[in-house]
């Protein structure tokens, strides 16, 4: 019989697991805290329980680890970690330091199949969803190097698309026996699955992002597939439904294209859809890669879709491209090792 990967449990369902076996509820908070507070690899190492149970777990369950195979770290500091998983599919997580303060951004799948039109994720199809183990491995690997503070799911894939695995790892983070991350500091990102975003709201507090990046239905429709589903009055129907704890703000990532959405019209337009909704805004300029046709946003066209936000009191940072030069950007994650240029160039 396969062993039990127990870094695919909430603490709940970890109780019952153990439970099954004849155990008492509180082994299972002790193993959590093993798990995520002293990062054990081994039963051997649980020495506050009995040997008989750790020879019985031994026999039964396993903890799954990820190690990174490959670590890049760009000119600004921020790192990219590539992990091979079990059955050679590859998944991104970068760094992003910030004054001391590092947020983490993780992936849920392998590749997506949400196919942005200005993703690199999207190009490469969903290759398979990510374990909650893999999820949570991801943060429990970068954790032994760097301190993290916040934890947003804006790697590879659609979270909401693997939402059962995403809500067990922010189960997970959030857990006082588990990682200890505040609700505050842990941010899901969508491109907009509606009935997902509501069981979301549902099942756990976290932070989310809406992916809008358009502002009418004609445009999204063509560089987000998903808006054929869910137009943009039903995702913000969704959005103004989703049961934010008091005083805290949805953010709204705004991806900059070039001469595509980036226009005055395009701010004023935005004002309106988000009326009435306590939101922020990131906009993101556009990162560019290769086999892709748009073009990164002007700097002046930057600067006046922002300040017309700012004018109109919406909360408006635009994010600087991080890790560009080791491509960590967001958009430019592929789960891949570098290709090697055959001709000896760059
Ligand atoms: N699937 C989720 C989370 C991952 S993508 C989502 O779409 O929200 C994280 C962010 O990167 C999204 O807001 C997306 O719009 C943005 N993004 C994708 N490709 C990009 C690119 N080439 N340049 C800048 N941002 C990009
Ligand atoms: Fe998937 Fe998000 Fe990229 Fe769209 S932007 S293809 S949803 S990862």
Same mark, same amino acid.
């Given at each position: 019989?396969?062993k039990?990967d127990l870094?695919?449990?909430?603490?709940?369902e970890?109780e019952?697991?153990?439970?099954?076996?004849?155990?008492e509820?509180?082994r *299972?908070?002790?193993?959590?805290?093993?798990?995520?507070q002293?990062d054990?690899?081994?039963?051997?190492?649980?020495?506050?329980?009995?040997?008989?149970?750790?020879?019985?777990?031994?026999?039964?369950?396993?903890?799954?680890?990820l190690?990174? *195979?490959? &670590?890049?770290?760009g000119?600004?500091g921020?790192?990219?970690?590539?992990f091979?998983?079990?059955d050679?599919?590859? &998944?991104?997580? &970068?760094?992003?330091p910030?004054?001391?303060?590092?947020?983490?951004?993780?992936?849920s799948?392998?590749?997506?199949a949400?196919?942005c039109?200005?993703?690199?994720?999207?190009?490469?199809?969903?290759t398979?969803?990510l374990?909650?183990?893999?999820?949570?491995?991801?943060?429990?690997?970068?954790?032994?190097?760097?301190?993290?503070?916040?934890?947003?799911?804006m790697?590879?894939?659609?979270?909401?698309?693997n939402?059962?695995n995403?809500?067990?790892a922010l189960?997970i983070?959030?857990?006082?026996?588990?990682?200890q991350?505040?609700?505050r500091r842990?941010?899901?990102?969508?491109?907009?699955?509606?009935p997902?975003m509501?069981?979301?709201?549902?099942?756990?507090?976290?932070?989310?992002?809406?992916?809008l990046?358009?502002?009418t239905?004609?445009?999204?429709?063509?560089?987000?597939?998903?808006?054929?589903?869910?137009?943009?009055?039903?995702?913000?129907?969704?959005?103004?439904?989703?049961?934010?704890p008091?005083?805290?703000?949805?953010?709204?990532?705004?991806?900059?294209l070039g001469?595509i959405n980036?226009?005055?019209?395009?701010?004023?337009?935005?004002?309106?859809?988000?009326?009435?909704?306590?939101a922020?805004?990131?906009l993101?300029p556009?990162?560019?890669?290769q086999?892709?046709d748009?073009?990164?946003?002007?700097?002046?066209?930057?600067?006046?879709f922002?300040?017309?936000?700012?004018?109109?009191?919406?909360?408006?940072?635009?994010?600087?491209?991080?890790?560009?030069?080791?491509?960590a *950007?967001c958009?430019?994650?592929?789960?891949?090792?570098?290709?090697?240029s055959?001709?000896?160039?760059?």
């Open positions: 019989m396969a039990t870094k695919n449990f909430t603490l709940p970890l019952a697991f153990l439970s099954g076996q004849g155990k509820r509180f *299972a908070t002790q193993i959590f805290k093993w798990l995520y002293k054990a690899q081994s039963f051997e190492e649980m020495t506050n329980l009995s040997k008989d149970l750790r020879a019985e777990l031994e026999n039964t369950a396993c903890i799954s680890n190690e990174p *195979a490959t &670590v890049e770290v000119s600004d921020t790192r990219k970690y590539l091979l998983l079990e050679g599919a590859g &998944v991104e997580s &970068v760094v992003i910030d004054e001391g303060r590092n947020t983490l951004c993780i992936s799948q392998a590749g997506c949400m196919g039109e200005f993703c690199l994720t999207g190009t490469y199809n969903l398979r969803n374990t909650t183990a893999e999820i949570i491995g991801q943060v429990c690997a970068i954790k032994r190097e760097v301190e993290i503070r916040n934890v947003v799911f790697g590879m894939g659609e979270p909401l698309h939402l059962d995403v809500i067990r189960q983070m959030v857990d006082g026996n588990g990682l991350l505040s609700n842990v941010t899901v990102s969508t491109c907009g699955l509606v997902e509501a069981r979301l709201g549902r099942e756990v507090i976290s932070n989310l992002a809406i992916s990046n358009a502002t239905d004609e445009l999204r429709d063509r560089i987000m597939p998903i808006n054929r589903r869910y137009p943009l009055k039903v995702l913000l129907q969704a959005c103004r439904e989703f049961p934010l008091s005083r805290r703000k949805l953010t709204f990532e705004y991806v900059l001469g980036d226009s005055l019209a395009d701010a004023k337009r935005l004002l309106k859809l988000i009326h009435g909704i306590p922020k805004v990131n993101i556009f990162n560019e890669h086999g892709c748009f073009i990164a946003p002007t700097q002046a066209a930057i600067d006046i922002h300040a017309h936000l700012l004018a109109h009191n919406v909360t408006v940072i635009t994010r600087d491209s991080r890790g560009g030069d080791i491509s *950007a958009g430019q994650l592929k789960g891949r090792l570098a290709e090697k055959v001709n000896g160039e760059g």
